[in-house]
């Protein structure tokens, strides 16, 4: 994987963004946030309500995860992705909102898909599961909000060569369609 | 009689909490061994090399598999010959749990399903006790990730469904959980019994051991063909294509009612953990 890989920097651009097909392999580093169940809502709520986030989403990448806590010289336990549908009611309001890339597990909704193609926006998906590997390449992770979430609570981390497989493009590529499909036998 | 003071339990059970999410079974590696070795699809074994990697890693580092270390689900085989001295056999458990999931730092996932208010100690866990012969205690600490646990379904065919609506539903309900469960995925069924009772046996059946046939002939049978109907689908490692969807299918079966065929699949993503201590 590493040596056909793409490497990107975050936060990413929208001409970055129509780059990346789906089946595209990348190295990830730079800074991003995360976000899962419950920070989607409340980040939703604020926006619905005309509200501002107490941190900014234009360009981000959100990471979908809860990691568990780090041990002792670590910034970050375990930390791979969860699962992706539980976002997508809140997903296309943040793509409206600047929000540029996402990392799950799964297939996304139509609804998301749209999102992502006006406004520019990619889902990477990274091996689900495989949180003590993922973990080795997070660097920095510190609280930016709502630490009374725990494990849900918005962290920014800094990842080096963060492992991740372009699963939904701009373009109308998607390869939870697309790599079952190559498999599948009657 | 056997006397077993509830303090040596809670001991136990913090130790299988800290181990199950850390040490991936043997079986389990080998059967990822076995599937990375047969996979074709480029993206697909690549998956399942890092799954393996993973593996050696959190085992050496001390660091859990998976950052969902699940709800705490225990199953208890009592011997009809045991006594528990020291307090409550119950809360000896929960404080196991409790202990476990903090000195291991695990993640605490379990809230109040309508407040969404955390516990804050992964506590309480799904307990199942049985009694059985004997002077012994058998602690099975199996935690469930609720990215697979979400994807498991129970439902109630009339009889006229047949063996074929039952291998019908259980292919669907993977093709539809899709990348979703984190496969490659143990796809555990329940048939029979009643509503809770197929659910619970389905969910007994992700406890055996990979690599083994079922021991009742019928039952092999139809493992071995819903396996082969499930790695036809395509989905593959982590959803993304390949040969290799599911690394086992098993089948529990128990005696039901004239008017139903109960059948639950529980499906089980590939950090399938648990562990078993005897007292």
Redesign the interface.
């Known amino acids: 994987?590493t040596d056909e890989a793409k490497r990107i920097i975050a936060p990413l651009d929208s001409a970055r963004v129509k780059e990346l097909h789906a089946?595209d392999r990348v190295l990830l580093s730079g800074s991003i946030i995360t976000g899962r169940d419950?920070a989607h809502k409340r980040m939703t709520d604020l926006i619905k309500a005309g509200d501002p986030l107490p941190f900014s989403i234009e360009g981000e990448i959100i990471y979908y995860?809860?990691?568990?806590?780090?041990?002792p010289g670590r910034p970050i336990?375990?930390?791979?992705p969860?699962?992706a549908?539980r976002m997508d009611a809140y997903a296309p309001l943040l793509i409206e909102h600047g929000l540029k890339g996402m990392i799950g597990?799964?297939?996304r909704s139509d609804s998301v898909k749209q999102a992502m193609a006006k406004w520019g926006a990619v889902y990477f998906?990274s091996?689900?599961?495989?949180?003590?590997?993922i973990?080795?390449r997070i660097k920095e992770a510190t609280i930016l909000a709502w630490e009374d979430l725990?494990?849900e609570a918005v962290r920014r981390l800094v990842v080096e060569d963060l492992?991740l497989?372009v699963?939904t493009d701009v373009h109308g590529g998607d390869?939870?369609i697309?790599?079952?499909?190559?498999?599948?036998?009657? | 009689m056997r006397t077993i003071h509830v303090d040596d339990i809670s001991i136990a059970v913090k130790k299988l909490c800290m181990e199950a999410c850390t040490i991936l079974g043997a079986d389990v590696l080998e059967a990822l061994k076995r599937a990375q070795a047969a996979e074709?699809?480029p993206?697909?074994a690549?998956?399942l090399g890092?799954?393996i990697?993973?593996a050696a890693?959190?085992r050496t580092?001390?660091?859990?598999?998976?950052?969902?270390?699940g709800m705490a689900v225990l199953f208890l085989e009592i011997g009809q010959d045991v006594h528990f001295e020291g307090g409550s056999l119950t809360d000896a458990i929960h404080e196991g749990v409790r202990l476990g999931y903090r000195d291991g730092?695990?993640?605490?996932?379990v809230l109040h399903p309508i407040t969404?208010v955390?516990t804050?100690d992964n506590t309480p866990a799904v307990i199942h006790m049985e009694v059985v012969p004997g002077d012994r205690l058998k602690i099975t600490m199996a935690p469930k990730?609720f990215?697979s646990e979400?994807m498991s379904r129970v439902t109630l065919f009339p009889p006229s469904a047949g063996i074929q609506g039952v291998k019908d539903f259980v292919v669907q309900r993977v093709q539809e959980s899709?990348?979703?469960?984190?496969p490659p995925i143990v796809v555990g069924v329940g048939l029979g019994g009643t509503f809770e009772k197929a659910a619970l046996i389905a969910k007994k059946a992700l406890l055996r051991p990979l690599g083994g046939a079922n021991p009742d002939p019928l039952l092999a049978e139809l493992e071995k063909d819903l396996l082969e109907r499930i790695n036809?689908?395509?989905?593959?490692p982590?959803?993304?294509?390949?040969?290799t969807t599911a690394l086992a299918v098993h089948v529990n079966a128990y005696p039901t009612h004239i008017a139903s065929i109960p059948c639950a699949v529980n499906i089980q993503?590939?950090?399938s953990r648990h562990r078993e201590i005897e007292l």
């Open positions: 994987m089946g419950a995860v809860g990691p568990t806590p780090a041990p336990g375990a930390a791979g969860t699962t549908y597990k799964g297939q998906t091996v689900g599961g495989a949180g003590a590997l973990s080795q725990g494990t492992p497989i699963a390869l939870y697309t790599g079952p499909a190559k498999y599948r036998q009657r | 074709e699809s993206i697909g690549e998956i890092r799954i990697e993973n890693i959190a580092e001390n660091i859990p598999l998976c950052q969902d270390t730092r695990l993640r605490k996932s969404r955390n804050g990730g990215g979400n899709g990348g979703n469960p984190c036809r689908l395509g989905i593959g982590m959803g993304l294509g390949g040969r993503c590939h950090s």
